[in-house]
């Protein structure tokens, strides 16, 4: 008869090798199939996302208003389930909310198991005085977010998730229920140029009157145009379901992280007689290398980013945002165009995603369904009352 079920708030080294090391005895297990569409995370990476002190102390900008804890879930010492807890401080005084967050889950298809490690999160919130609780984030809604529930067939994309079919069932049995949805939608190039070639000519003659420019990221001024683009980012954003406003420090050190992987001209900003109003990122699905490297990007694995990202083939369009006033001008045209011609240039770009889009942004599903466009993947937040 197997032993009982202890849950364990993560405290050592070990404890935090064995929760994060669950992923792989899930999706390439020792002996089994390896799930084909996995992606391990980049493991320092996930160490700074779930609020681990580094050297010297150092922990993630985010957790400068926000609390964590960590928690896995065993039977007969083998490491079975594991999540994290979250209060974001930022989140409730923004909407004045006692919500909790969860994140980071992974656990074997087995309802106790489950049921174990979230109440024991659960649990934790209550102590905080959560009244509900919301997820999955890591960390939040502006990183990786959402449970995948529909396109298991396919790869996810930088910075999406994914998970085996068998987790939304057991988030239900556990008392969790749909909040809101988040699609995936893919168009090739094909029909991206078509598309920005019918629109256009209009939204060109609509905008004459103005002084539009539209320019790729400056390389020479890179951390200001990185403050320029998460201004707007932070401002077009703003009343848009669950948002929370990135905070300075915070901002700046998406910034650096961005650096080292951002393309300039798949990074947009239109400006309006020289003021900037809207912006478009767009990265590199370096998902295709990623899948390779187990986790690690050192000492060789940031090498082989570089070296193979002209070989990539598709781009994620994370974010194109315009600051109110411009939000039904026609700029997404004008910073599509661009991006057409971002491909051109000596990339090996043939597609692009555009992820995620809110179940209820309406006028943004709108836009991409008249295109076109096909919903490839659905993602999908959880709430639960405590």
Aim: glycine share 8%; with cysteine.
């Amino acid at each position: 008869m197997s032993g009982a079920i202890v849950v364990k708030t993560v405290r050592s080294r070990l404890e935090r090798r064995r929760f994060q090391r669950l992923a792989w005895a899930i999706y390439a297990p020792t002996g089994g199939p390896r799930d084909p569409c996995w992606v391990p995370p980049v493991l320092s990476q996930e160490r700074e996302l779930l609020g681990w002190p580094g050297l010297l102390g150092w922990k993630h900008p985010f957790f400068d208003n926000a609390e964590c804890t960590t928690l896995i879930a065993e039977r007969d010492g083998q490491t079975l389930g594991r999540v994290a807890v979250l209060v974001n401080r930022v989140h409730n005084a923004k909407y004045n909310e006692r919500l909790g967050f969860f994140g980071f889950f992974e656990c074997v298809n087995d309802l106790d198991v489950a049921r174990a490690i979230l109440q024991g999160g659960e649990a934790w919130l209550r102590e905080r005085g959560m009244t509900a609780v919301r997820g999955p984030v890591a960390p939040s809604l502006n990183y990786s977010c959402g449970l995948l529930v529909g396109g298991f067939e396919r790869p996810p994309c930088i910075l999406m998730s994914y998970n085996p079919p068998y987790y939304a069932a057991l988030l239900e049995r556990c008392g969790y229920a749909k909040s809101q949805d988040m699609y995936a939608y893919e168009m090739d190039m094909t029909l991206l140029a078509a598309l920005v070639a019918r629109y256009k000519p209009a939204v060109m003659s609509a905008l004459r009157a103005e002084e539009l420019v539209v320019r790729p990221l400056d390389t020479a001024r890179f951390r200001r145009d990185i403050e320029t683009y998460l201004d707007i980012y932070n401002r077009s954003l703003d009343g848009t379901w669950g948002f929370t406003p990135l905070q300075p420090r915070e901002a700046a050190h998406i910034g650096a992280e961005l650096r080292r992987i951002i393309v300039p001209e798949f990074t947009l900003f239109a400006e309006v007689n020289g003021t900037p109003v809207g912006a478009l990122l767009a990265l590199l699905d370096y998902n295709e290398i990623l899948r390779t490297l187990d986790g690690r990007l050192f000492p060789l694995g940031f090498v082989r980013l570089v070296t193979g990202r002209r070989r990539i083939a598709a781009a994620r369009v994370m974010a194109m945002t315009m600051v109110p006033g411009y939000q039904s001008a026609g700029l997404a045209i004008v910073l599509l165009d661009r991006l057409v011609e971002a491909a051109k240039s000596n990339w090996n770009i043939n597609r692009y995603e555009f992820s995620w889009v809110l179940e209820s942004n309406a006028r943004s599903r709108g836009s991409l369904e008249r295109a076109g466009t096909k919903i490839t993947s659905t993602y999908r937040m959880y709430d639960k009352a405590l």
